[in-house]
């Protein structure tokens, strides 16, 4: 078993930063890929960016070149760096560990969630 324990998150105005955290714990010796997913109101959890072990990234349409991704793989964290934030990217955040290495978009292929983080946007 893995556990996801996240922090960060909070009220910021349109513009501004926030930085979401993610740390693992447990089983983590696998050479996962892990992810942030979001919900946002009334909507269905949406991928927003994944990382591989070996540090390639991937990312929403909607968010590149705003939000960045990284992981410290000695401390099992993953980072999400929020800039130029938009009223549409509040929602609640999710860290997401997959099956195996491979950093997936479809959330049904990761096993393992945080608990989730409020981000609010005021435009």
């Known amino acids: 078993q893995i556990q996801l324990v996240e922090s960060g998150g909070g009220l910021v105005q349109a513009g501004g930063s926030l930085r979401l955290s993610c740390v693992a714990s447990g089983r983590t010796y696998g050479r996962d890929a892990m992810a942030w997913f979001r919900r946002a109101p009334g909507m269905e959890r949406e991928f927003v960016a994944a990382i591989t072990w070996g540090g390639n990234l991937y990312y929403a349409d909607s968010v590149k070149g705003r939000f960045t991704v990284s992981r410290e793989n000695p401390k099992n964290t993953m980072t999400l760096q929020l800039d130029s934030l938009e009223p549409e990217d509040a929602g609640v955040y999710y860290c997401?560990?997959?099956?195996?290495?491979?950093?997936?978009?479809?959330?049904?292929?990761?096993?393992?969630w945080g608990q989730g983080n409020k981000v609010t946007v005021q435009g």
């Open positions: 997401a560990r997959s099956r195996d290495s491979v950093p997936y978009s479809d959330r049904a292929r990761y096993r393992y």
